[in-house]
């Protein structure tokens, strides 16, 4: 059935649509829609990576639209910041205060609107509903920029570093290989289309390696599991190119015509042995000889990398070692070997940026950036010289930060400030709703158009509203628009209507706009081999080894682990990642009854061994604490011993795994695993360094209350 627009009452119909949340696969949508009201959410079959496939959180999204704790009207509040109390107002009256307020702050001089702080991230990754009309909103002000780095900065510029842009093999092609290294990636939760295609190659013959500190579902599924310590993947990348290199693995042709300063990465591989490496990452040294002899003689050989392991101080740096690992033995000949993180760069002259977001709406300004990550400690600053001004106002959508960014605490006493003017854009009374001032209810994904690209296929996206927006409910892009007209902006850009920006989102020389408005999707024409004879879109069209502004790459260890801060591991000598659960992302889908009922309380994986020797046994409720905070979780404990096998549950020795992210207010203390992260940022890109953190573990003083209901 042909895409339609949104279902009027009395009809039966289906509607394209495209998945918004932050997932590689961002799947096209079939949304059936009987007498106005959505009844079922599919994957499209036609489309070729969705292959009519959803994973579970999505499958429900028609669960999470209807919720009846959805935000349907304004809010304005009426109790303290954080206790969730508001009353509903008209949206004249929200509009109208929220307007004044920013007017007044940005009067007060030319740089005062950057005491201004827009707020936002993947909550939906259109183009449209994300930073389209908000980014000629914020532009025309004149307020801080935003600096987006929460989830995949480092390794992003990491790759773009590498290879010129974010770009990678076609995901299809993956079945064709004949050796897959999963790498700091759980498919099976995060990517199961990808899973479908490593399957096939599976059942093909491959050999599929998993490489992650945690035993996750799809380590149980591939032939071999490199469960090394968080943060030292630079140190095995190294350990792989020592023997490369040692043995005559190299692709010697490829790495002359194609890579540029390999002498200078050649000399520092052969300074990490695999018994050096072995002991950075708490693995055997007999694994990393045999893991690198697949690597030097297996083709077609392909890398399936994701964010997980470039969230610590080295990430960026692991991930141009990892970038160059396809380099060296001429993976990138084959349409089925190179390496998949990102391909969100081919979409860089296909998409209209300059267009969407209007930054000349500056006019010549340049205001501050505020790096999202360290939030915390930003809201908390006073004025000064360096700084600038202090945040008076924020306005937050698409994101959730009390629960989602690092070292929460000082997140939530920023946010508690009862002189700073907070609106939230939501679907939902969020751990950061809660402390907002007003709370504007958002459409979701089934009640508005938006445009979107991906960073895991190569086809742009155009998701058409299934039905009418519920309750009082607007698109962010209508509301930054009203917002406009408030303020006083007139430019022509602020008419712009919703359908208007998704239609017109792409180069039309670049993505069919025909096929585009017919199907919902459209493929960019890349080749199946894109850099079989180089042509890396660097300067000179070749890998960078040396990369301006990056250097050589090299193995640097984390902040906080027991090798590299011996006196801080002596009080808190447990690695702690927190890895998302399985029906969450992020903090999204985390109040969907059903999804939460799965997960049913935050737990803490740890390896018998550990639990052992603190006295914590299987479903003991545990205290995890550093000197940044604690939180409250149930041991998930695996059995002791080395010859536990899998029964050894999904955490190593050393390393505990708290599941993630939960909303605060469903915790069982009111706070969530982010207590016990820190804003120290990562060697390049400016992110945070979530898996890069020390704790230690106890059993709980006396029983806890569980989540709240």
């Known amino acids: 059935m042909p895409p339609t627009s949104a279902a ?3 009809d039966t119909r289906t509607v394209q649509a495209v998945c918004p949340h932050d997932c590689p696969d961002t799947c096209a949508l079939h949304v059936t829609v009987a007498d106005g009201r959505v009844v079922r959410v599919a994957g499209d079959p036609e489309h070729p990576p969705t292959n009519g496939a959803l994973c579970t959180k999505v499958s429900r999204y028609a669960e999470r639209t209807y919720h009846p704790e959805r935000v349907l009207t304004p809010l304005k509040r009426v109790g303290r910041k954080g206790e969730g109390r508001f009353v509903p107002v008209g949206w004249d009256e929200a509009l109208d205060d929220i307007a004044g307020r920013l007017k007044a702050i940005a009067a007060r001089g030319p740089d005062a609107a950057q005491a201004i702080q827009p707020y936002s991230y993947a909550g939906t990754m259109g183009l449209v509903q994300g930073e389209g009309m908000a980014a000629r909103f914020w532009h025309k002000l004149g307020a801080s920029q935003l600096d987006r780095t929460i989830c995949s900065n480092a390794g992003g510029e990491a790759l773009a570093a590498t290879y010129g842009a974010k770009v990678g093999m076609h995901v299809e092609f993956f079945a064709e290989s004949r050796l897959i290294l999963i ?35 799809t ?30 693995w190299l692709d010697d042709d490829y790495i002359e015509r194609h890579v540029e300063g390999f002498e200078k990465l050649r000399e520092r591989a052969l300074a990490w042995t695999p018994e050096r490496a072995a002991a950075e990452c708490g693995i055997d040294p007999g ?9 030097g003689t297996t083709r077609p050989l392909s890398i399936r990398l994701n964010y997980g392991m470039q969230r610590v101080r080295g990430g960026g740096n692991a991930v141009r070692l990892i970038a160059l690992l396809p380099c060296l033995v001429g993976a990138w000949r084959h349409r089925a070997g190179g390496l998949l993180l990102s391909s969100s760069g081919w979409f860089r002259s296909a998409r209209r940026d300059a267009w969407l977001q209007r930054p000349d709406l500056l006019e010549g300004r340049r205001p501050r950036t505020v790096n999202m990550s360290t939030i915390g400690d930003d809201l908390l600053r006073e004025a000064s010289p360096d700084f600038g001004p202090r945040i008076e106002a924020i306005v937050v959508y698409n994101s959730n930060p009390v ?49 979107h690209v991906t960073y895991g296929h190569v086809y742009a996206m155009l998701n058409r509203p299934a039905i009418a927006p519920l309750g009082q409910a607007r698109s962010n892009a209508e509301v930054f628009r009203q917002l406009a007209a408030r303020m006083g902006f007139t430019e022509p850009c602020f008419a712009d209507s919703d359908e208007t920006m998704a239609m017109a989102a792409f180069d039309p020389s670049r993505v069919k706009l025909d096929e585009l408005a017919k199907k919902g999707w459209s493929r960019l024409a890349i080749a199946d081999a894109p850099f079989a004879a180089g042509g890396f879109p660097t300067p000179n069209g070749k890998a960078l080894v040396d990369a ?10 984390n902040y906080e682990s027991v090798r590299s801060a011996p006196e801080l591991a002596a009080r808190y000598p447990l690695a ?12 999204s889908f985390v109040n ?31 205290r995890i604490f550093n000197d940044r905070g604690s939180t409250l979780a149930r041991a998930v404990v695996g059995t002791a011993g080395e010859g536990a096998g899998k029964d050894a549950g999904r955490a190593r020795p050393g390393v505990v795994n708290g599941l993630g992210v939960w909303w605060r207010k469903y915790g069982r203390d009111g706070t969530n695993v982010n207590q016990l992260t820190h804003q120290r940022l990562t060697d390049i890109g400016r992110a945070p360094a979530f898996y890069d953190c020390l704790v230690q573990v106890e059993r709980a003083a006396a029983p806890a209350a569980g989540p709240a209901a």
């Open 8 to 10: 009027p009452a009395g």
């Open 183 to 217: 790498w700091g990636s759980n498919p099976i939760t995060s990517s199961v289309h990808f899973w479908n295609v490593a399957q096939q190659a599976k059942r093909a013959g491959a050999r599929l390696v998993c490489i992650d500190p945690r035993r996750t579902e």
């Open 219 to 248: 380590a149980e599924k591939c032939h071999q599991h490199v469960a090394l310590l968080p943060g030292t993947d630079g140190a095995l990348a190294l350990a792989l190119m020592h023997e490369l290199v040692t043995h005559g």
């Open 287 to 295: 694994a990393i000889r045999e893991l690198a002899r697949e690597v």
């Open 403 to 451: 629960a989602v960014a690092p070292e929460s605490a000082k997140v939530a006493r920023g946010f508690a400030r009862e002189d700073l003017f907070t609106v939230v854009l939501e679907h939902f009374l969020t751990d950061t709703a809660d402390h907002a001032d007003y709370v504007l209810p958002a459409t979701t994904q089934l009640e508005h158009w938006d445009a």
């Open 548 to 557: 301006p502004g990056c250097g050589v790459p090299d193995h640097l260890p």
């Open 576 to 587: 702690m990642i927190s890895p998302p659960a399985r029906n969450f992302l992020n903090s």
């Open 592 to 622: 969907v009854p059903s999804l939460r009922a799965t997960e049913r309380e935050p737990v803490l994986e740890m390896h018998g061994d550990d639990a052992a020797v603190r006295g914590i046994a299987d479903g003991d409720i545990v």
